[in-house]
Each structure stands twice: as structure tokens, then as C-alpha cells.
């Protein structure tokens, strides 16, 4: 059966593994649409953990080409969504893309996390939580596509 | 059934998502900052083009407008600022730098009050203070000095004596310093520059026109607007 076609779920690890990435994306989904929603609807977004979210979400950094960074991130995690779960039920073959996807989504949340840290000199904790679920996805993606040997 | 289940949630979390943008175009129009430049389709940087070369026609604003540089520089930038917005407190350093840079015979400043109000609690507070200290000659002390001291005095529950206190610092007299906060001409003149703002469809701070173009939000970072204002020299020479 090619790589591409239907294939019965299986229980196996990357299944279960594609399964978590898809539930994990989805909470990477709702952090970055309740950021869209907080940037365009020109509300100052409050931390309550730590103090830089107004700084961080009305810098220059936060839209891209005059897009809330937040919106193009909403898009990568339904993205990923949408593979990881295809990806679960068997359309293994998508795995590759989803890994692509992820690994750009990490070298961005890299590069934001520099601006946060040094550039900006604040932090936003939605940002933070986005980081984290970007690099627990790519924990999961990477596990998940490795060949077994 | 199983071919259709991954598609059946997916298109259940792309409808949940759709929902989200729904409220968020209800949001948007319910707040009193937005503007139809924050819509999903188009955004605030995206600076439109009936706004270009048009702001001469618009409402004229205070006048005169508080104004550092030569009224001949062949460059303006007029700013529509709001005192307590983060971004706002970091473009001041970035302007700054480029007025030293440029010098003021080719770089001309303008600054225009936009408190957002209520987004920021003290906003008018420090449009307020920054007017009063105008009419004693030292507008723009005090706009460096609220700028500057932004993180002190925007988490405060009252900013009236910080400002005075500030007012005390560049040489004020204070006591003219309280009275004028509520005088009239500070009012009108922040009025009128909301006036101006309103006009030129500006929604958020900070906003910066070059020479009556909208500059894009994201060109406010400090490497990208050097090189537009260069731009702008080269081409009015």
C-alpha cells in the first residue's frame, strides 16, 4: 500500500505520538487566536505571571507585513493540526511535511524568544506558552517521524 | 466511516476557529479605538492610499503643532503619540537617535496627542501634563521626561505628583504647572489633535506619517527607519 493512501490506525507509537502532537496544537491553536483576537481588537493583553505582554504584543515585531504575528500563528497550528491528525489516521506520508512545518515553527520561536530577551528586553507569558508548545511539538514530531532503526 | 473521521474534525476545529474570527469582528467594531484598518483583511500598517499626500487636507490639528527641526527640512515625521503605550515609549530613543543623525535642517518632527483612552488609565493624564508644561515653553522637556520615566509612572494609582515632580525638575513653576493641567487651551489642544488623528484614519499608537505617508507600523523598528527617512532625503534632496 503506498506511503500516501488510508491506512487502518494502529496503536502503535507514532500514532499515539501524531495523536498528542494534534491535542498539543490545539492549545499552541487557542493561545495564538486569543492573541489575534487581543491585538486586532486593540485591548492591551494583561500578564498575570510575568509583566512584558503590552510591551512584547505592541512591539514592531509582533505583525508581520501588518499581520499579528499571532494570526500567522494560529494558521501554523491548525497546520500542524490538521496533519498531526491526518498523520494519526494514517496518512503517515504527511509526517514528513508535518516536520517541516514544526521545524520552522521552532527556529521562529527561537528567534522570538533572542527578541524577547535581548531586543525587547521583556517577556510575554502567551508567547512563552506558545514556545513551549512549539518545542513539545517538535519533541513529538521528531519521535514520531524517526525511522525505527 | 474512518476516511471521513480526520476531515470531520478537522473541519470542526477549522468551524471553531472561524467562530473565533467572527467574535473577533464583533469585538473589533465594538471598540472605540479600532478602525476599519483593524479588520481580518487589512491591518493597521498597511497604510492606505487615500491617506497618502492627503494630510495637508485633513484637520489641521493644535497649532502651532509642538514641532523640533526646521520648518523647511525637506523630511517630516509627525507622530501621533499616546504617552503610556509601550511601543510609543520605545520609538522615543529610536527618534531621538535619528534626529541626532540627521540633524534638524533635513529631519523635522511633529508630535501630535493620541491618548488612548480607556485602554490607558493615565494616558490624558500625561497629554495633560505634557500640554501644561507647553504653555511654560517646555513641552518637549516634558514629553523626554514622561517618555523616559514611562516604567515608573504607568503601573502608579496616581500620576499627579510624579508629574509634578517632573514639572519641579525641568524648572516649572509648579504651582502654574497644576493650575494649567485643566486649563482650557491644554484641553483644546488635545482635542484637536484627536481631531486630526480621527481624520487621517489613525486607530493606534504609535502612528507616524513621513511627509504625509503612513509609515507601516512594522518600519517603526529602528533599522528599517533609517533607511526610509534616507530614502525620502535622496529623493528631496
Given amino acids: 500500500m503506498a506511503d500516501n493512501q488510508v491506512q487502518p490506525t494502529s496503536p502503535g507509537r507514532a500514532t499515539l505520538l501524531y495523536a498528542i502532537a494534534a491535542l498539543v496544537s490545539l492549545v499552541g491553536l487557542a493561545d495564538s487566536i486569543y492573541l489575534t483576537v487581543e491585538h486586532l481588537s486593540g485591548r492591551s493583553v494583561r500578564c498575570t505571571i510575568v509583566s512584558g505582554c503590552s510591551e512584547v504584543l505592541s512591539s514592531p515585531y509582533a505583525t508581520v507585513r501588518g499581520y499579528p504575528l499571532a494570526a500567522v500563528g494560529a494558521f501554523a497550528y491548525f497546520a500542524v493540526f490538521s496533519l498531526a491528525t491526518l498523520a494519526a489516521f494514517g496518512y503517515r506520508s504527511l509526517g514528513k511535511l508535518l516536520a517541516a512545518i514544526v521545524g520552522a515553527m521552532f527556529l521562529t520561536t527561537l528567534w522570538l524568544l533572542y527578541l524577547q530577551a535581548f531586543v ?23 519521535f514520531a517521524v524517526r525511522p525505527k532503526n | 466511516m474512518k476516511r471521513i473521521l480526520p476531515f470531520a474534525i478537522i473541519a470542526i476545529v477549522l468551524g471553531a476557529g472561524l467562530l473565533m474570527a467572527r467574535h473577533f469582528q464583533r469585538t473589533s467594531s465594538e471598540t472605540p479605538t479600532a478602525s476599519p ?22 484637520e489641521p490639528g493644535a497649532e502651532p503643532p509642538h514641532a523640533q527641526g526646521d520648518a523647511t527640512a525637506p523630511v517630516t515625521l509627525e507622530e501621533f503619540g499616546d504617552f503610556e503605550c509601550p511601543p510609543c515609549g520605545m520609538l522615543h530613543p529610536i527618534l531621538k537617535q535619528l534626529q541626532a543623525e540627521f540633524g534638524p535642517t533635513k529631519l ?12 490607558h488609565a493615565h494616558a490624558l493624564a500625561a497629554a495633560r501634563a505634557a500640554e501644561a508644561a507647553g504653555l511654560q515653553g517646555k513641552f518637549w522637556e516634558m514629553h523626554d521626561m514622561i517618555y523616559e520615566h514611562q516604567k515608573d509612572w504607568h503601573e502608579s494609582f496616581d500620576v499627579r505628583p510624579i508629574f509634578e515632580g517632573y514639572a519641579t525638575k525641568i524648572g516649572l513653576d509648579v504651582e502654574q ?15 484637536l489633535d484627536g481631531k486630526r ?13 513621513m511627509n504625509g505617508r503612513e509609515v507601516p507600523f512594522e518600519s517603526l523598528a529602528p533599522d528599517k527607519l533609517k533607511p526610509l527617512i ?7 534632496p
Fill in chain 1, 120 to 142: 525587547i528586553r521583556h517577556f510575554c507569558q502567551f508567547c512563552l506558552l506558545s514556545a513551549l508548545v512549539t518545542t513539545t511539538l517538535t519533541i513529538l514530531v521528531f
Fill in chain 2, 37 to 58: 484598518d483593524a479588520s481580518p483583511g487589512a491591518s493597521k500598517s498597511s497604510a492606505s492610499p487615500a491617506l497618502a499626500d492627503a494630510t495637508n487636507s485633513k
Fill in chain 2, 108 to 119: 523635522r518632527l511633529i508630535f501630535r496627542e493620541f491618548p488612548l483612552v480607556p485602554t
Fill in chain 2, 177 to 191: 504647572f497644576r493650575r494649567d493641567i485643566t486649563n482650557e487651551i491644554v484641553e483644546r489642544r488635545i482635542f
Fill in chain 2, 197 to 209: 488623528a480621527h481624520s487621517l484614519g489613525v486607530s493606534g499608537t504609535p502612528t507616524v506619517f
Fill in chain 2, 230 to 236: 534616507a530614502n525620502e532625503l535622496a529623493a528631496h
